[in-house]
């Protein structure tokens, strides 16, 4: 049998995540990189054949998501020293196709082909068929998109919702805002719902509590939150799931979808029973007429280890 001549990958501003695809789309043979290590995207996919026996040779076709809009040829990543032009990456490895999305376009696109074992669901509701499907996922930024029904395929939205404005429901929330807009003219919900952004709320309550500074690294937070090893990580995760709740409630209204809520990331996951029993479920739904609305819709974590390389795989096509 001939060697994949198809890959695929997953490109942020640390890791590449790079997988060859079998005759079915299904990623094999994933690894991961440090993009520091590489100078180009193009040379680490070729150490990536390199590693798995493959050659720039046999490739013909890739597909990439990139974690940073993609507003034409030049790709150029917020928290990377990489960029690149798709033509010249095309070029270079002697590609016929090479399609490049945003990486949470290529999550909502994994969403229908995710396994049962590969999502799990917290709180109540029921998905309803063909209808609309919200993606969402704090992570080193905050990722937003969603999924429509385009007949009998699925359309994946690309845009900037992580940058929307999020204000917050409790006094302690807003004295939390109070501190973020002192420091940023325009507090979005990346600034809380992301790895910076636990560190973001963190910061703040303890300055609110009049403590002294702590250097905090978003793992800190998470370790010593979920373990109740320090009061300030264990509330600030609390805030966390509540923010999250809110604002994928506000972008489930937006899209009217009915489909679901499916929270990606890098932070969720790992939070483990502590979000399960948050309040997260119940900042979804607390929106005042639409409580009766949102309480119908399921809210789903993501525990596939690589759906974005799923995902974009689905724009090559079948072999």
């Not at 150029?76 to 020293?81: E, R, V, Y």
């Not at 995710?114 to 709180?123: A, D, K, P, T």
Request: a neutral charge; charged letters at 15%.
């Amino acid at each position: 049998m001939a060697p994949p001549t198809r890959l695929v990958g997953d490109i942020g501003g640390t890791n590449a995540r790079l997988a060859l695809l079998d005759h079915n789309r299904v990623p094999i043979d994933p690894a991961t990189y440090q993009c520091s290590d590489f100078p180009s995207l193009a040379d680490a996919i070729e150490a990536y054949l390199r590693a798995t026996g493959g050659s720039a040779e046999t490739l013909r076709a890739a597909a990439i998501a990139v974690a940073t809009p993609v507003l034409g040829d030049r790709i150029k990543f917020t928290n990377s020293s990489w960029s690149f032009s798709i033509k010249g990456v095309k070029s270079s490895l002697g590609l016929d196709t090479l399609n490049v999305v945003n990486d949470f376009t290529a999550l909502a696109l994994s969403v229908p082909h995710l396994g049962e074992h590969e999502r799990y669901q917290v709180g109540r509701g029921t998905p309803q068929p063909r209808r609309a499907i919200a993606v969402i996922g704090p992570g080193t930024g905050l990722g937003v998109s969603g999924l429509v029904p385009c007949g009998e395929h699925w359309s994946a939205l690309q845009g900037e919702g992580g940058h929307v404005t999020l204000t917050g429901s409790t006094e302690r929330e807003r004295a939390v805002h109070a501190v973020l807009a002192s420091r940023w003219s325009h507090v979005s919900a990346e600034r809380f719902l992301s790895g910076p952004g636990l560190v973001n709320i963190a910061t703040a309550l303890r300055e609110i509590d009049g403590l002294d500074p702590m250097h905090y690294a978003p793992a800190d937070i998470t370790r010593l939150g979920t373990s109740g090893a320090d009061p300030i990580c264990a509330e600030t995760l609390q805030h966390f799931c509540r923010l999250l709740g809110a604002c994928a409630g506000n972008l489930v209204l937006s899209l009217g979808a009915e489909g679901g809520c499916y929270i990606g990331g890098g932070i969720v996951p790992r939070l483990g029973p502590l979000f399960d029993q948050s309040e997260f479920r119940d900042a979804f739904e607390t929106k005042g007429r639409m409580q009766h609305y949102l309480k119908n819709i399921p809210t789903y974590v993501i525990r596939s280890p690589y759906p974005a390389l799923l995902g974009v795989a689905q724009t090559l096509g079948s072999d």
